[in-house]
T-cell receptor, first 113, second 112 residues
Framework: DAGITQSPRHKVTETGTPVTLRCHQTENHRYMYWYRQDPGHGLRLIHYSYGVKDTDKGEVSDGYSVSRSKTEDFLLTLESATSSQTSVYFC????????????FGPGTRLTVL | QKEVEQNSGPLSVPEGAIASLNCTYSDRGSQSFFWYRQYSGKSPELIMFIYSNGDKEDGRFTAQLNKASQYVSLLIRDSQPSDSATYLCALRVQGGSEKLVFGKGTKLTVNP
């Protein structure tokens, strides 16, 4: 599992509430990614990080923010959750130097009512 | 903008047959290509990556890359019911980006 954990694994929340998802890795990887996966859309990149405090947007970043204050943790925040953000969220890391392969965490299933 | 196209399937093959999964892409500069397997309710799992034109074999899996025709395929020999899953094709975005773009996946069912 590439030493990646995600928390919570399941969450149900209400529209308008803030939500933070956590991705934790134990192997000191520099690059970390947040994706969402929806039927009919596949995996889409939300944000990614290339180091502590270094982040950039993906293709579906609206409504999401991220933070990375430590190498091992990459947080995804929905400032005010909407029903369209109901999805499965995956965190990924990029394998070590010279490699561009990505490995995924177990995922978080988020339902916004 | 669709950059990676896969037939969504479902693709159904009998046990022991060869399953052929295909992926086409639009970015001619793409250099790195990946196949992931995803079981229902689970996270994507890397099966293979391929960087050079031609074939790359790993056990029952063979990845084939043709950059001139802009397609990459995955062959699964001696298919087993345990191979039933959704297979995702991905490529690295050109231009020094560290991002991957994924296809929507092809659902494979191997019938006993």
């Amino acid at each position: 599992d590439a030493g990646i954990t995600q928390s919570p694994r399941h969450k149900v929340t209400e529209t308008g509430t803030p939500v933070t998802l956590r991705c934790h890795q134990t192997e000191n990887h520099r690059y970390m990614y947040w994706y969402r996966q929806d039927p009919g859309h596949g995996l889409r990149l939300i944000h990614y990080s290339y180091g502590v405090k270094d982040t950039d947007k993906g293709e579906v970043s609206d409504g999401y923010s991220v933070s990375r204050s430590k190498t091992e943790d990459f947080l995804l925040t929905l400032e005010s959750a909407t029903s369209s953000q109901t999805s499965v969220y995956f965190c990924a890391i990029r394998a070590g130097q010279g490699s561009d392969t990505q490995y995924f965490g177990p995922g978080t299933r988020l339902t916004v009512l | 903008q669709k950059e990676v196209e896969q037939n969504s399937g479902p693709l159904s093959v009998p046990e022991g047959a060869i399953a052929s999964l295909n992926c086409t892409y639009s970015d001619r500069g793409s250099q790195s290509f990946f196949w992931y397997r995803q079981y229902s309710g689970k996270s994507p799992e890397l099966i293979m990556f391929i960087y050079s034109n031609g074939d790359k074999e790993d056990g029952r899996f063979t990845a084939q890359l043709n950059k001139a025709s802009q397609y990459v395929s995955l062959l699964i020999r001696d298919s087993q019911p345990s191979d039933s899953a959704t297979y995702l094709c991905a490529l690295r975005v050109q231009g020094g980006s560290e991002k991957l773009v994924f296809g929507k996946g092809t659902k494979l069912t191997v019938n006993p």
